[in-house]
């Protein structure tokens, strides 16, 4: 298929965009580069890309494909808390509007990615596709409209899928650092102290980077009736941890290193456990290949050959929301987080569409 992936060069899409390319597929990307100086180790592939901003998507930017890939968006809780607003007119009202241009071109599969945080406050019990949603910040609200919403416009020639991928993991060259597993890791590298900001209790279920990679894969080869219009919880059902206890694996992986609370620390609000049996009864081909342990020790080799250091991930150079705060203070981003004109790290978008398509 031809591709469209929006994000293609944020966490995930740095290690999707050649699983697909390797399978066969031909991939353009869509980014506004908002990270593009938050690179950990190699720069990523260099792929033909369009560098546009999700809300200035318009359908000439759409011809030809068969598919898109949609992961562009504010990607966490504190950077979409920044202002909530702004939030939902990139993750909520964009990609409806990305997914009406997408019907209206005659693409037939949209894949959206949403999220596991979509359950919210759901203590200890399991939840499943057909759950109740309760999610609890800006973030997870606008994940659960846009798969209200683009969900509407399903039909015979327009067929959508909502992957809600449990918390990731994973090394990537655009590695985030304010993922659980990622970010316990970095903390007991660099300090020696694998810390907690909550009491540990709450339920995460995780899941590695290509195997969410690896979904997408499932569901591009898929049946179109056996996805259409489908919610599909992406990791494994033996994956859902406490956070106490993935800090307990951790501990076991980085040498010399204790757990510590911080000070004052007090329940998270989201707490889930899932139900991932679904996606592995619809697509038998896909199994996780990852977990906690795999990825702990991943992490820490990877933290270990680049001499991490905690300034590194705790400031603006990898830290997602100090970064944007970052470019906002010095007038590179205006304040509803577009790029300044002419502040932009490329002038790939101000490019004739034959010149972007062509770019490598």
Known sequence: MRILVTGHNGYIGTRLVPILMTAGHDVVGLDSE???RCT???????????????????????????????????????????????TYEINHMASVRLARLAKQTGIPRFIFFSSCSNYGAAGDSVRNENSEL??????????????????????????????????????????????????????????????????????????HIEDISYAVLAVLGAPRELVHNQALNV???DENYQICDLAEIVKDTVPGCRIEYASGASPDTR?????FSKISRLLPAFRTRWNARRGAQQLYEAYRGVGLRLEDFEGPRFK????????????????????????????LEQAPREQLLSNT
């Open 34 to 36: 908002l990270f593009s």
């Open 134 to 207: 309760s999610p609890v910040t800006p973030y997870a609200i606008s994940k659960v409209r846009v798969e209200q919403d683009v969900s509407l416009l399903a039909d015979s020639t327009f067929s959508p899928v909502f992957l809600r991928n449990a918390t990731a993991y994973g090394v990537s060259q655009r590695l985030r650092f304010d993922l659980v597993l990622n970010n316990l890791v970095a903390w007991a590298f660099t300090t020696g102290r694998v810390y907690l900001k909550s009491d540990g209790t709450p339920w995460r279920p995780i899941v």
């Open 40 to 86: 950990f180790g190699p720069e990523p592939s260099s792929i033909r890309s369009l560098q546009v901003d999700i809300r200035d998507v318009h359908a000439p930017h759409l011809d030809g494909f068969d598919a898109i890939i949609h992961m562009a968006g504010l990607a966490n809780d504190p950077l979409g808390d920044l202002n909530p607003q702004v």
């Open 235 to 237: 990791g494994a059902s």
């Open 320 to 347: 997602r929301i100090d970064h944007v705060k970052h470019l906002l203070a010095t007038g590179r981003l205006d304040a509803t987080l577009r790029w300044v004109p002419g502040a932009a790290l490329s002038h």
């Open 271 to 275: 707490s889930y456990r899932v139900d």
